[in-house]
């Protein structure tokens, strides 16, 4: 089941936000997506996979990241990171769920 949060993703490479892009099919559903601010990253985060790319109209899953809400099952996102202390905070994407979730940022690794 969809969310219908409005949560805002940071990308996992930039951590700059993320805008929420619509995509007009065919299909009766319009699928939304969030994608990087940066109009050079290709990165998007969706609901049902996670982090991904974005390349010629198409999702790009060989860069693909994903972390799992442990609580609901749900995908989590990056919501805030803190340069200061290396940290990133994860949270939960389902509007029910308000799991969240501190892990070490990739640059202190």
């Given at each position: 089941m969809m969310s219908s949060q409005l949560f805002s993703p940071l990308c996992d490479v930039?951590?700059?936000f993320?805008?929420?892009?619509?995509?007009?099919?065919d299909a009766e559903e319009v699928r939304s997506f969030h994608a990087c601010e940066r109009r050079d990253c290709a990165r998007v985060f969706r609901e049902c996979g996670g982090y991904s790319d974005w390349?010629?109209?198409e999702f790009d899953e060989s860069r693909s990241y994903s972390r799992t809400c442990p609580q609901c099952g749900a995908v989590l996102y990056?919501?805030?990171?803190?340069?200061?202390?290396?940290v990133e905070t994860w949270e939960c994407a389902?509007?029910?769920?308000?799991?969240?979730?501190?892990y070490p940022s990739p640059s202190a690794r």
């Open positions: 930039h951590h700059v993320m805008q929420r892009v619509m995509l007009e099919e390349i010629e109209g990056l919501a805030e990171v803190d340069h200061w202390q290396k389902r509007n029910e769920c308000n799991f969240s979730e501190e």
